[in-house]
Nanobody, 120 residues
Framework: HMVESGGGLVQTGESLSLACAAS????????LGWFRQAPGKDREFVAT??????SIYYKDSVQGRFTISRDENTLYLQMNSLKPDDTAVYYC?????????????????WGQGTQVTVSS
């Protein structure tokens, strides 16, 4: 399964780095993604990366502030210039195939989530 870490409480404009480690299996041949769910809202796409790191997509509102990356066993999300609207539980996920994917329906393995809170 997948285990997220790195969440926490920060102020507006600060940075956080999330990590997602594979446990019990490898996800190195899968597309990976980050999603988030704010209180009272549906879970939404944040960023995705394909299995070799060549195809990357971001939600428009995080483009230029967030950076997704990966190595053989870990998925990362560097979050800069954080805003209160970024407050959510962040989930990592592994897709069924090697490509990047923006739709949640493409993902078959999910982490438990890590809380990110941005105060104003």
């Amino acid at each position: 399964h997948m285990v997220e870490s790195g969440g926490g409480l920060v102020q507006t404009g600060e940075s956080l780095s999330l990590a997602c480690a594979a446990s019990g299996r490898t996800f190195r041949r899968y597309g990976l993604g980050w999603f988030r769910q704010a209180p009272g809202k549906d879970r939404e796409f944040v960023a995705t990366i394909d299995w070799i790191g060549s195809s990357i997509y971001y939600k428009d509102s995080v483009q230029g502030r967030f950076t997704i990356s990966r190595d053989e066993n870990t998925l990362y999300l560097q979050m800069n210039s954080l805003k209160p609207d970024d407050t959510a539980v962040y989930y990592c996920a592994a897709a069924a195939g090697r490509n990047s994917a923006t739709s949640q329906s493409e993902y078959i393995h999910w982490g438990q989530g890590t809380q990110v809170t941005v105060s104003s």
